[in-house]
């Protein structure tokens, strides 16, 4: 090894070389933003339409310098005041889409509060351990002081280098914590039992939820284990969902807002914040960035996973239905194949031959097959109540034994890819808790694993019927005329084009005769392509005043905008319609105007 890479490691000296680093972080971050900054303005004003990634800081600071004239003519803020729960920092794209509604809605008289954590929780969903304020026993790295705290120390500066910059007023947890907090919320944990974890109620917000909510997304797994490790990170979000709710209160209090907005309405953090507002009457609205390219979703009242079930049919079922329409999902549901018009793609170099699909799993073409499509295990398990099984496991299992007694089908079980090829994977893969249930398969059930490139739409396509649980592929599935089976929670359930079970009886009453089930008949199919009009056009509203690189969900966000008059009331009809949401905390995130943005994309 190299001396002095083997100097710098030593036990004595790494330390004070980690100390260092992070002092010296920010500043050599700072200055790669400035140079990228000042290559982008080059590029800018020789128009050579080149542009190299740069931070937020970068872009927002340039968007200021070009509007003086807005920046000197804001009105008052004497609107309502909307408290924005950013919390955390990570997340390029979300601090894209937070700040452009941050600024939009000061440019229209209202009172916009960022909100941040400021390195106060001592676990959150991005962070297990938080500002190491609570002992980490040996399931964490020992650090020194100072970088202890560094992760925070990044998140609040992601935020600093975005909302921060920008003229409106910020509040943080930071002023709101008192001397026995931790110390309180600590004893209150420490006198549950580990039973009694999940069901705990903190001032009438259901912490124990939000805290196995955050457990599931941080171990990568749907269904805990009883060990030491799953023990300490479960007491850690307790105890912080605790502080959560506290200052969550006395900020309320102090900034009376009349709205919350919140990013997926889930977690330790944003799912407290979003349920102590519900609990105290303020209206509450939750983000997300969906699928399709530079497009926000929206929800009134709760997490967009929960409205999107329960939403009435009436929404869309009332819409009226143009071959236009019906030509532009056709035309982006063919695209989801490969990806190309979304964010995030699982499969964009599918293996779409059917002969390879039937060579590759050894299936008999004269028997027909039935597909059974998974989900990523713990994402699945934040948001649905189950109906007819407990869990995705339990559904699974229950369903491969089902069709050992009937060798005249065949099943196909397809591995959701999105277990490797996702931002983030499982530490539960369906594959392994298969093996491990089931050692030897039934002859007549075949598994694609996640890493396999054979396409789901084709297995759709040769399929007799599919069964899910909670993957959203369902209306895709059911509008190329594939019988549906739905077994769990979805937002498929309910919507006319499927067969949904609500008990393991009516599911196997149901497998018994699925070899008889007829295909879609034509109402059914578009019914399934005008919900997925719906869904991926309306309820996904256009916003292309951001975009992000494919496949990058997390970082490299760019503001697709010069100056702060491209937010002004009128320039934009979907900007102006997520605002007067927030702002009356009515108005449906129902874009009626997409067909014209869609049909100019087909075209």
Request: with cysteine.
């Amino acid at each position: 090894m190299n001396p002095i890479r083997s100097l710098l490691n030593a036990p004595i000296v790494r330390p004070a070389v980690a100390d260092a680093r992070s002092l010296v972080r920010p500043h050599v971050k700072r200055a790669k933003g400035a140079i990228k900054g000042a290559i982008n303005d080059l590029h800018l004003a020789l128009s050579t339409g080149k542009l190299v990634d740069e931070p937020l800081r970068q872009q927002w600071l340039r968007i200021l310098r070009n509007s003086e004239d807005e920046l000197s003519n804001l009105p008052p803020a004497t609107g309502p005041k909307v408290l924005l729960a950013t919390a955390y920092g990570f997340g390029g794209a979300m601090l894209a889409v937070e700040s452009i509604f941050a600024m939009a809605l000061r440019m229209r008289g209202a009172n916009p509060v960022s909100l941040r954590c400021d390195k106060v929780l001592p676990a959150c969903e991005w962070n297990r351990f938080g500002n190491y304020s609570l002992p980490v026993e040996g399931f964490g790295p020992e650090l020194t002081p100072r970088t202890q705290v560094e992760t925070c120390r990044i998140c609040t500066e992601w935020i600093e280098n975005s909302l921060g910059l920008l003229p409106i007023r910020e509040s943080a947890f930071t002023n709101h914590l008192r001397g026995d907090d931790l110390q309180r919320a600590t004893r209150l944990v420490d006198s549950l039992s580990w039973k009694d974890y999940k069901t705990f109620v903190y001032r009438g917000v259901r912490v124990g939820e939000h805290a196995l909510a955050s457990l599931m997304r941080t171990t990568l797994r749907g269904t805990p284990v009883d060990d030491a490790e799953t023990r300490f990170l479960w007491r850690r979000y307790l105890i912080s969902g605790i502080l959560v709710v506290d200052l969550a209160e006395r900020v309320y209090d102090e900034e009376q807002p009349d709205c919350v907005v919140a990013v997926h309405g889930v977690y330790v953090t944003h799912g407290i914040l979003c349920e102590v507002a519900r609990n105290r009457g303020i209206s509450v609205v939750v983000y997300g960035i969906p699928y399709r390219k530079s497009t926000v979703l929206l929800s009134h009242g709760d997490t967009y996973h929960r409205t999107l079930v329960t939403e009435p049919t009436s929404v869309w079922e009332e819409m009226e239905w143009t071959a236009e329409r019906a030509a532009v999902i056709d035309e982006y549901l063919h695209s989801r194949r490969f990806g190309t018009k979304d964010q995030i793609s699982y499969n964009g170099d599918p293996v779409e031959d059917r002969d390879s699909l039937y060579g590759e799993l050894g299936l008999d073409p004269a028997k027909p097959v039935i597909s059974l499509f998974t989900n990523v295990i713990w994402d699945a398990q934040l948001y649905h109540n189950y109906n007819a099984f407990e869990n995705l496991l339990e559904w699974l299992y229950a369903t491969v034994r089902y069709f050992a007694t009937r060798p005249d089908l065949q099943l196909v079980v397809r591995v959701h890819p999105a277990e490797v090829k996702g931002p983030l994977s499982t530490n539960q893969p369906i594959a392994e808790e298969l093996a491990r249930e089931i050692p030897v398969l039934p002859a007549n059930v075949k598994v694609i694993p996640a890493e396999s490139r054979l396409s789901s739409y084709t297995l759709a396509e040769v399929s007799h019927a599919a069964l899910i649980y909670g993957t959203k592929m369902g209306m895709e599935i059911a509008a190329i005329g594939t019988p549906l089976i739905v077994a769990g929670e979805t937002l498929n359930r309910g919507k006319g084009y499927s067969y949904d079970v609500e008990s393991p009886e009516e599911y196997f009453a149901l497998l018994d005769r699925v070899q008889d089930l007829p295909r879609n008949s034509p109402e059914m199919v578009e019914r399934a392509r005008k919900y997925a009009y719906h869904f991926f056009y309306r309820q996904m509203i256009d916003l292309p005043l951001y975009s992000v690189r494919s496949g990058v969900h997390l970082a490299s966000p760019r503001l697709e905008f010069s100056s702060l008059a491209e937010l002004s009331p009128g320039r934009s009809a979907t900007l102006d319609l997520i605002c007067r949401g927030i702002l009356d905390g009515q108005t449906l995130f129902v874009n009626d105007d997409a067909e014209a943005g869609a049909a100019a994309a087909v075209g």
